[in-house]
């Protein structure tokens, strides 16, 4: 979940698109975001942004999305991201009062690789919206893929449960189906849904396929990314 502060008005702009074009009215000074590192989770929240032309102040070092939500919530920080479940559980004070305002989440990945609106927050469109609402078509090309490709890393895949290289089709087989059989049983009890939330969990060949397409890049994209990097944060990574 991409929200802002209440401070910033975009609560009072009647379309997505409007909501955007006023934050890019702000100087970057106004715009500030807490992070860990630019190398980060927090590289797939500023290229999203970049692609909507909100250019943002950044400050590095912080210890997760907890230090990032006080400093928001202190007004340090007029800009911020929680998963969602997080957002709704553990910020809901802030909800309530008006202070946070969302502005999109990242989506659900589905079999297919398509992205869907996240089904804990339907009201709450996607990136892909938003890109759309600015530009004016379905998003595509070099800088669409890399923010793709750092976004499936950080949130999806970041949630990915794994075994070694090799293993035996006998251990995968043992694997999936004790997962499956825990995901049934847990998904019976009150905070098994709490945890998991309203979300289906992807499995076996459908998973390895979101895997890979999340962790492969043509080169352009990662020419365009390591440029990024680069310009914004002076740090040289290889674009393979």
């Known amino acids: 979940m991409q929200y802002v502060r209440s401070d910033l008005g975009i609560q009072n702009e009647p379309t997505l698109k409007a909501k ?35 250019e943002v102040t950044s400050v590095w070092g912080l210890g997760g999305n907890g230090p990032m939500a006080l400093g928001f919530e202190r007004g340090e920080f007029t800009m911020s991201y929680d998963n969602t479940l997080s957002f709704l559980n553990n910020r809901a004070h802030m909800i309530k009062s008006g202070m946070a305002v969302p502005l999109y989440t990242f989506g659900v990945v589905n079999e297919d690789g398509s992205i869907s609106r996240d089904p804990a927050t339907p009201d709450v469109p996607t990136f892909n919206e938003a890109y759309k609402a600015v530009h004016g078509k379905e998003p595509s090309g070099t800088t669409y893929e890399a923010w793709k490709s750092v976004m499936s890393v950080s949130v999806p895949l970041s949630q990915s449960w794994n075994l070694m290289r090799g293993s035996s089709p006998e251990i995968i087989k043992v694997w999936r189906t004790a997962a499956r059989k825990v995901y049934a049983e847990v998904m019976q009890s009150p905070k098994g849904k709490k945890v998991f939330g309203p979300y289906q969990n992807i499995m076996s060949d459908a998973a390895i396929k979101i895997r890979d397409n999340g962790t492969t890049l043509d080169k352009a994209s990662a020419k365009w990314l390591a440029g990024y990097v680069k310009e914004r944060y002076n740090i040289a990574i290889a674009a393979k």
Not at 22 to 42: D, E, I
């Open 20 to 54: 955007i074009e006023k934050l890019r009215s702000y100087p970057q000074s106004k715009l500030v975001f807490g992070g860990k590192t630019p190398t980060s989770g927090g590289l797939a929240l500023r290229t999203a942004l970049t692609l909507l032309g909100i």
